[in-house]
């Protein structure tokens, strides 16, 4: 029995105008339709008996009709849906039979569908009264499609340039005319190069040139406007996606890491604030780009009444917070995630700037820039206009408050030599092909590595010199130095070694020298900014008692404004000739021999070089070689080994040097 029942229940019938079917034969052809089966229904009557249980039955058949491309009879069967089983279609269904009317051009499908939508919920929705429009407009009834479009609230140039659009192609050119002007003159919505290009075109198909040359004469006086201000927009946003790229590296906790692991850093810091607690005993202190919050939270513990860490990482300043609940300063320390150019002001004056704001060769990233924002711009001075006095100087405290950029001479041991070398002869293989592939293999850009102090030639010299209290932002664009070094020995020079000293003084410069310092020197420590060096297009050989003098210029990249330009230009060196001839003397070298000596070295030396280095990109170089035609082999060419035992002079003189170098080791 309860099999027999089993089977009765997918036969029970239901009676639809004399029509018998089963509903579970019925669910089975709208499955055959759905998989495009069916045979095609074309003929209206058979429309009429097909059974619609359901709003998800029509909406599937409705959908069916259209993949099929039979638009006809799916908006047949969208009318009676609405006639016959008063269906209440959802949005999407009006979005579908719409965009049907648009595609075929049914105007009369398109008002009947209209009247049922000014019956339903969503005759007031934006993207309904858009397709209207459109669908008016490709039918060309343009009275109706303007009719929809008095309806919108908002208008812009976009709607106004579709509606355009429609009066060019059906042949209303004077329409479009008049729609341009009520644009903007009336709406005051600013027109766009295809507002302009629509009104000319109109113009053309009206032969109302002077119509035309009128708005031509007015674009051309606002051309030059127009233009530059579309570059300064064009400049702001570059500035701006430099500014996201900048900021997204340090949301990675390695950047933080590394700074973290750096002791030399960590220690001058810690030592600065912790030795001056007399200045941070109840003192609102402002942390510029804290990361971490490591400055702060040193700041909090030495006294400190508030500490206001600003970064523009989140995650970075999630992690900071974290930290900071976990050494139970919240109450002291709080985190603010924005550019420090976009805070207003503060809840209070402040009255300290910290910021660890060094970068490689000191002004890389820029980020010196946002210190002397906040100087200027929140820290608490009775008065505020351009210049600093020496009286607010004195009450100044910013963290550090003095830098110096130093600049020697470096011989290569290694990075050169094995880039000339290896790949050579790379398990007797020549490999030297692959070097194009390397990154700054021709060493055109600026290497950070740590070296040794042997490898100085010279002794430093100071390039740049930073106080914090006075230094301002115009100061940082252009920086030029000069500098000579006196050769104590006959050596090599393969490039420029770069690095700086930070120092935390509090209220004089007599106290500088006396303060906490942070130094990146190859005779210190190695830190995380190791050195930067400047490698020169090849070996210079400088005798005893010359002199090298040298030009260096820091200049701001005008595509990267957190980057510089570093250009450094080599001018003749100078020849000592009068100690050179005493010293040749007591040596017992032949006048002779030293006059070969010195033409041989300059035609081997540089006399002028200029060089431009950045960081992310090769700049070329030229440099410009003097030669005496006096050496009988001044016309040889092709390269010779280093060292070579040829009898050529400048292999000569090389060899030499470099015996003599590697028995006295005399390059300090």
Not at 81 to 88: H, L, V
Not at 113 to 138: A, C, F, G, P, W
Not at 383 to 394: K, S
Request: proline share 3%; glycine share 2%; aromatic share 10%.
């Amino acid at each position: 029995m309860s099999m027999l029942n089993f089977l009765r229940r997918p036969l029970k019938v239901f009676i639809d105008s004399r029509l018998f079917i089963c509903r579970y034969q019925s669910q089975r052809l709208l499955d055959i339709l759905n998989k495009k089966t069916a045979i095609e229904t074309e003929n209206n009557d058979e429309l009429e008996k097909l059974p619609l249980e359901n709003t998800i039955e029509w909406n599937k058949k409705l959908k069916f009709y259209r993949m099929r491309n039979e638009e006809k009879n799916a908006l047949k069967l969208f009318e009676i849906g609405i006639r016959k089983y008063q269906f209440q279609p959802d949005y999407i269904t009006y979005i579908s039979m719409l965009e049907i009317c648009k595609d075929i051009k049914d105007v009369d499908s398109g008002h009947y569908m209209h009247r049922v939508i000014n019956k339903s919920s969503v005759r007031d929705n934006s993207r309904i009264q858009t397709l209207l429009m459109e669908m008016y407009m490709k039918c060309g009834d343009v009275d109706s499609a303007r009719e929809m479009f008095d309806l919108f609230k908002n208008r812009t140039v976009v709607d106004y340039n579709a509606l355009m659009t429609a009066y060019n192609t059906h042949q209303y050119p004077q329409r479009t005319i008049d729609l341009f002007y009520e644009m903007r003159d009336k709406d005051k919505v600013k027109p766009n190069n295809v507002s302009y290009m629509l009104f000319f075109q109109a113009c053309i198909k009206l032969q109302s040139f002077e119509q035309g040359k009128a708005l031509h004469e007015e674009l051309k006086q606002k051309t030059s406007t127009y233009m530059k201000n579309k570059i300064m927009d064009s400049e702001q946003i570059e500035d701006n996606n430099i500014d996201k790229q900048y900021f997204e590296s340090y949301e990675k906790f390695q950047v933080h890491e590394l700074m973290l692991r750096d002791r030399p850093r960590v220690s001058a810091y810690y030592d600065a604030i912790m030795n001056s607690k007399h200045l941070f005993e109840n003192k609102v202190v402002l942390d510029v780009g804290s990361g971490t919050g490591i400055l702060s939270m040193f700041a909090a513990k030495a006294g400190a009444k508030c500490v206001y860490a600003v970064d523009a990482c989140p995650a970075i300043c999630h992690l900071a917070i974290e930290l900071i609940k976990c050494n139970h300063l919240q109450d002291k320390i709080q985190v603010i995630n924005k550019h420090i150019e976009d805070i207003d002001k503060f809840d209070e004056n402040i009255d300290i700037i910290i910021s660890e704001w060094m970068g490689f060769y000191l002004f890389h990233e820029s980020m010196l820039e946002s210190v002397i924002y906040a100087r200027d711009h929140f820290l608490n001075l009775s008065t505020r206009n351009n210049d600093i006095t020496p009286e607010q100087n004195e009450s100044i405290v910013i963290f550090p408050s003095h830098a110096y950029l130093y600049c020697a001479p470096f011989i290569d041991q290694h990075i050169r030599i094995e880039l000339n070398t290896m790949w050579k002869d790379y398990f007797d293989l020549n490999m030297s092909s692959i070097l194009p592939h390397i990154k700054n293999s021709n060493l055109k850009e600026c290497v950070f590595e740590t070296i040794e102090p042997s490898q100085l030639v010279h002794d430093a010299q100071l390039i740049q010199s930073i106080d914090l209290r006075t230094i301002r932002i115009d100061d940082l664009h252009t920086m030029r130095s000069f500098c000579e070094f006196d050769i104590d020995n006959t050596c090599i020079i393969s490039g420029f070694c770069f690095w700086f000293d930070c120092y935390f003084s509090s209220n004089n410069n007599s106290s500088i020298l006396r303060s906490t310092r942070l130094t990146t020197s190859p005779h210190a420590s190695k830190t995380h900014w190791k050195q930067t060096l400047v490698f020169l297009p090849e070996d210079i050989y400088p005798l005893k008692d010359d002199v090298v003098p040298v030009n260096i210029k820091l200049k701001q990249s005008s595509t990267n404004r957190r980057h510089y330009n570093l250009t450094i230009s080599i001018k003749k060196i100078k020849e000592n000739l009068h100690n050179n001839s005493e010293k040749n003397q007591e040596e017992n070298l032949s006048n002779q021999s030293d006059t070969k000596r010195r033409r041989r070295r300059r035609s081997s030396t540089m006399s002028s070089d200029k060089r431009r280095i950045s960081e992310n990109e090769a700049m070329d170089t030229t440099s410009d070689s003097t030669s005496s035609d006096s050496d009988n082999d001044s016309n040889e060419s092709g390269e010779h080994p280093i060292p070579c035992s040829c009898d050529r002079d400048r292999c000569k003189l090389i060899k030499t040097i470099i015996d003599k170098y590697n028995e006295e080791n005399i390059v300090e």
